[in-house]
Protein backbone atom coordinates (compact mmCIF):
# COMPACT_ATOMS: atom_id res chain seq x y z
CA UNK A 1 0.00 0.00 0.00
CA UNK A 2 1.63 3.30 -0.70
CA UNK A 3 1.72 5.85 1.43
CA UNK A 4 -0.71 8.54 1.03
CA UNK A 5 0.91 11.36 3.97
CA UNK A 6 4.44 12.04 5.05
CA UNK A 7 2.91 11.42 8.89
CA UNK A 8 2.37 7.57 7.77
CA UNK A 9 6.29 7.27 7.55
CA UNK A 10 7.60 5.26 10.92
CA UNK A 11 10.69 6.87 10.94
CA UNK A 12 8.50 10.38 10.02
CA UNK A 13 6.86 9.66 13.74
CA UNK A 14 9.39 8.48 15.72
CA UNK A 15 11.19 11.27 14.38
CA UNK A 16 8.49 13.58 16.17
CA UNK A 17 8.64 11.66 19.31
CA UNK A 18 12.56 12.04 19.32
CA UNK A 19 11.75 16.15 18.88
CA UNK A 20 9.22 16.18 21.48
CA UNK A 21 11.98 14.41 24.16
CA UNK A 22 14.86 17.44 23.20
CA UNK A 23 12.55 20.04 23.62
CA UNK A 24 11.39 18.57 26.98
CA UNK A 25 14.91 17.51 28.32
CA UNK A 26 16.20 20.99 26.41
CA UNK A 27 13.88 23.33 28.71
CA UNK A 28 14.82 21.77 31.98
CA UNK A 29 17.19 24.08 33.98
CA UNK A 30 21.14 24.11 33.43
CA UNK A 31 20.30 23.15 29.45
CA UNK A 32 17.85 25.84 29.10
CA UNK A 33 20.57 28.52 29.57
CA UNK A 34 22.86 27.31 27.35
CA UNK A 35 21.12 28.87 24.22
CA UNK A 36 23.54 27.95 21.83
CA UNK A 37 23.40 24.00 22.62
CA UNK A 38 20.04 24.59 22.98
CA UNK A 39 19.05 26.02 20.06
CA UNK A 40 21.16 23.93 17.70
CA UNK A 41 20.09 20.37 19.28
CA UNK A 42 16.61 21.71 18.77
CA UNK A 43 17.11 22.60 15.04
CA UNK A 44 18.49 19.10 14.61
CA UNK A 45 15.41 17.54 15.60
CA UNK A 46 13.57 19.79 13.60
CA UNK A 47 15.29 18.87 10.72
CA UNK A 48 15.40 14.90 11.30
CA UNK A 49 11.41 15.63 11.01
CA UNK A 50 11.05 18.33 8.21
CA UNK A 51 13.57 16.48 5.85
CA UNK A 52 11.54 13.43 5.93
CA UNK A 53 8.55 15.27 5.11
CA UNK A 54 9.93 17.15 2.43
CA UNK A 55 11.44 14.30 0.91
CA UNK A 56 7.98 12.81 0.44
CA UNK A 57 7.08 15.17 -2.03
CA UNK A 58 10.16 14.15 -3.97
CA UNK A 59 9.78 13.56 -7.70
CA UNK A 60 11.57 10.46 -7.56
CA UNK A 61 13.08 7.67 -4.97
CA UNK A 62 16.43 9.16 -5.68
CA UNK A 63 15.01 12.31 -4.73
CA UNK A 64 13.47 11.33 -1.67
CA UNK A 65 16.78 9.48 -0.27
CA UNK A 66 18.60 12.63 -0.24
CA UNK A 67 16.68 14.05 2.15
CA UNK A 68 15.95 11.10 4.12
CA UNK A 69 20.33 11.06 3.91
CA UNK A 70 19.78 14.85 5.83
CA UNK A 71 17.37 13.81 8.35
CA UNK A 72 19.79 11.11 9.03
CA UNK A 73 22.73 13.54 9.22
CA UNK A 74 20.79 14.96 11.70
CA UNK A 75 20.43 12.40 13.55
CA UNK A 76 23.59 11.94 13.84
CA UNK A 77 23.91 15.96 14.90
CA UNK A 78 21.65 15.13 17.97
CA UNK A 79 23.78 12.34 19.14
CA UNK A 80 27.31 14.17 19.01
CA UNK A 81 25.17 17.24 20.62
CA UNK A 82 23.99 14.98 23.82
CA UNK A 83 27.92 14.10 24.85
CA UNK A 84 28.10 18.25 24.86
CA UNK A 85 25.06 18.05 27.20
CA UNK A 86 26.40 15.20 29.01
CA UNK A 87 29.98 16.31 29.71
CA UNK A 88 28.58 20.18 30.90
CA UNK A 89 26.00 17.99 33.20
CA UNK A 90 23.30 19.17 31.63
CA UNK A 91 21.90 16.06 31.55
CA UNK A 92 22.39 12.85 33.22
CA UNK A 93 23.16 9.51 32.25
CA UNK A 94 19.47 8.34 32.35
CA UNK A 95 18.08 10.97 30.07
CA UNK A 96 21.48 10.92 27.67
CA UNK A 97 20.92 7.14 27.34
CA UNK A 98 17.49 7.77 26.63
CA UNK A 99 17.83 10.04 24.00
CA UNK A 100 20.58 8.19 22.49
CA UNK A 101 18.66 5.15 22.22
CA UNK A 102 15.70 6.92 20.08
CA UNK A 103 18.40 8.57 17.72
CA UNK A 104 19.75 5.02 17.22
CA UNK A 105 15.86 3.79 16.55
CA UNK A 106 15.45 6.50 14.15
CA UNK A 107 18.68 6.03 12.66
CA UNK A 108 17.65 2.58 12.15
CA UNK A 109 14.03 3.59 10.79
CA UNK A 110 15.86 6.09 8.40
CA UNK A 111 18.14 3.86 6.73
CA UNK A 112 15.45 0.99 6.44
CA UNK A 113 13.89 3.50 4.51
CA UNK A 114 16.36 4.58 2.15
CA UNK A 115 17.21 0.78 1.44
CA UNK A 116 13.86 0.31 0.27
CA UNK A 117 13.39 3.39 -1.74
CA UNK A 118 16.27 2.20 -3.71
CA UNK A 119 15.30 -1.37 -3.81
CA UNK A 120 12.02 -0.01 -5.82
CA UNK A 121 11.45 1.42 -9.25
CA UNK A 122 11.66 5.84 -9.51
Request: aromatic share 14%; proline share 2%.
Amino acid sequence: MPLERFEDIKAWKLARKLTQTVYNYTSQAGFSQDFGLKDQIRRASISVMANIAEGFDSQSNQEFNKFLGYSLRSTTEIQSHLYVALDQDYISEDPFQDLYNQTVESKKLIMGFMRYLRNQHS
